[in-house]
T-cell receptor, first 115, second 113 residues
Framework: AQSVTQPDIHITVSEGASLELRCNYS??????LFWYVQSPGQGLQLLLK??????LVQGIKGFEAEFKRSQSSFNLRKPSVHWSDAAEYFC?????????????FGTGTRLTIIP | DSGVTQTPKHLITATGQRVTLRCSPR?????VYWYQQSLDQGLQFLIQ???????AKGNILERFSAQQFPDLHSELNLSSLELGDSALYFC????????????FGEGSRLTVL
């Protein structure tokens, strides 16, 4: 069975500082990996995704993530955070059988930005 | 705006009651997914429909049921409600292609008193 672990429940960083959110996955085959962001009172929005190829993927809002198969990790990074990045971030792993794009989500990391 | 519409946004009801949550997917999306988000369980996959047929089932209770109609909108029915059913219920849709991207609605917040 597929699973995702986000070890950090809550992270606080200063505006302008760099950010790294951790994600570890368990999946029997080549994983498809995703990062979603949920702003307060909103649904989830896709930040980026990894299917294959280059292990460093770029997403929206200046985020990037690196797939490391040897470590079963897919950490999310941003070089300089903005106050508007405060939100909850979810890592997800999935199978993409046609018509069956079920995703398994981690428990999320809440990001707080301080001035 | 993701293009996925969920109604109602908020719902307060009593234990033992039954409610129906409605979801309209993005135009052209054939797959609809239901997820439950609660503080203690996180984001849990409930069920998926593809073009009117059930395709995958997750941690959905027997008291819950869903369906997708010919116009592709979906409804999630929750019955014999318990306090623990209080949660945010999300609907998501996806294109038929292997984009891997789910488009989420803003959710329906259910409070059971």
């Amino acid at each position: 069975a597929q699973s995702v672990t986000q070890p950090d429940i809550h992270i606080t960083v200063s505006e302008g500082a760099s950010l790294e959110l951790r994600c570890n996955y368990s999946y029997g085959a080549t994983p498809y990996l995703f990062w979603y962001v949920q702003s307060p009172g909103q649904g989830l929005q896709l930040l980026l995704k990894y299917f294959s190829g280059d292990t460093l993927v770029q997403g929206i809002k200046g985020f990037e993530a690196e797939f490391k198969r040897s470590q079963s990790s897919f950490n999310l990074r941003k070089p300089s955070v903005h106050w508007s990045d405060a939100a909850e971030y979810f890592c997800a792993v999935g199978a993409l059988d046609f018509g069956n794009e079920k995703l398994t989500f981690g428990t999320g990391t809440r990001l707080t930005i301080i001035p | 705006d993701s293009g996925v519409t969920q109604t109602p946004k908020h719902l307060i009801t009593a234990t033992g009651q039954r409610v129906t949550l409605r979801c309209s997917p993005r135009s052209g999306d054939l797959s609809v997914y239901w997820y439950q988000q609660s503080l203690d369980q996180g984001l849990q996959f409930l069920i998926q429909y593809y073009n009117g047929e059930e395709r995958a089932k997750g941690n959905i209770l027997e008291r819950f049921s869903a369906q997708q109609f010919p116009d592709l909108h979906s409804e999630l029915n929750l019955s014999s409600l318990e306090l623990g059913d209080s949660a945010l219920y999300f609907c998501a849709s996806s294109p038929s292609s292997k984009s891997g991207e789910l488009f989420f609605g803003e959710g329906s917040r259910l409070t059971v008193l």
